[in-house]
């Protein structure tokens, strides 16, 4: 089975503070993807990767950037956390269809 | 932009209803996926439609792509409560990006 592996399930930081969430997936999908899931506006596209150091702006990207440096590793940055990007953040990767990570639920203070 | 529209939000159904969540999207798709996404986990990728008019089905779910490619259905027949959760369509267009609808929220009573 294909695994994506989010390093954190909850953190908690505070305004302006840098904020790094690592994805790591095991079956070497070229295409990584970052979402965050709000109530009511369901999932939404931060920013995606097809290959190794590319990157793509997602429908949301203002106020995030991603790292690709291994094929197998996508790391999502906030560079100055806003209470606003408190959500619960999903990386996936796939081939046919997506396989999520177990989410990493973020709280900005 | 485009968008995947999905109704209703919320179902709550008895044990043994049939349950139909109905998903539209503003342009012609490539391809649809269906997730479900169970109460505090991941969405978990349940089945892709790609031909226009194609009708899938697992066990009790039966899913439908439209033949212009543009609305999806998914229906469960006689719904336990193993069947609780999210239930997301998300749309494939020209550009590769998957657009998540905002999914259906289904709850069962026994």
């Known amino acids: 089975d294909v695994k994506v592996t989010q390093s954190s399930r909850y953190l908690v930081k505070r305004t302006g503070e840098k904020v790094f969430l690592e994805c790591v997936q095991d079956?070497?999908?070229?295409?990584m993807f970052w979402y965050r899931q709000d109530p009511g506006l369901g999932l939404r596209l931060i920013y995606f990767?097809?290959?190794?150091?590319?990157?793509e702006k997602g429908d949301i990207p203002e106020g995030y950037s991603v790292s690709r440096e291994k094929k197998e590793r996508f790391s999502l940055i906030l560079e100055s956390a806003s209470t606003n990007q408190t959500s619960m953040y999903l990386c996936?990767?796939?081939?046919?269809?997506?396989?999520f990570g177990s989410g990493t639920r973020l709280t900005v203070v | 932009g485009q968008q995947v529209m999905q109704i209703p939000q919320y179902q709550h159904v008895q044990e043994g209803e049939d349950f139909t969540t109905y998903c539209n999207s503003s342009?012609?798709?490539?391809?649809i996926q269906w997730y479900k996404q169970r109460p505090g986990g991941h969405p978990v990728f349940l089945i892709q439609?790609?031909?226009?008019?194609e009708v899938k089905k697992q066990k009790r779910l039966t899913f439908q792509f439209g033949e212009a490619k543009k609305n999806s259905s998914l229906h469960i027949t006689a719904t336990q409560t193993t069947d609780v959760g999210t239930y997301f369509c998300?749309?494939?267009?020209?550009?590769?990006?998957?657009?998540f609808g905002t999914g259906t929220r289904l709850q069962v009573f026994p």
């Open positions: 990767s097809y290959d190794v150091k590319m990157k």
């Open positions: 439609l790609v031909k226009s008019g």
């Open positions: 342009t012609t798709l490539s391809n």
């Open positions: 996936a990767s796939s081939s046919y269809g997506y396989t």
């Open positions: 998300a749309g494939l267009h020209n550009t590769d990006k998957l657009i």
């Open positions: 079956m070497d999908h070229e295409n």
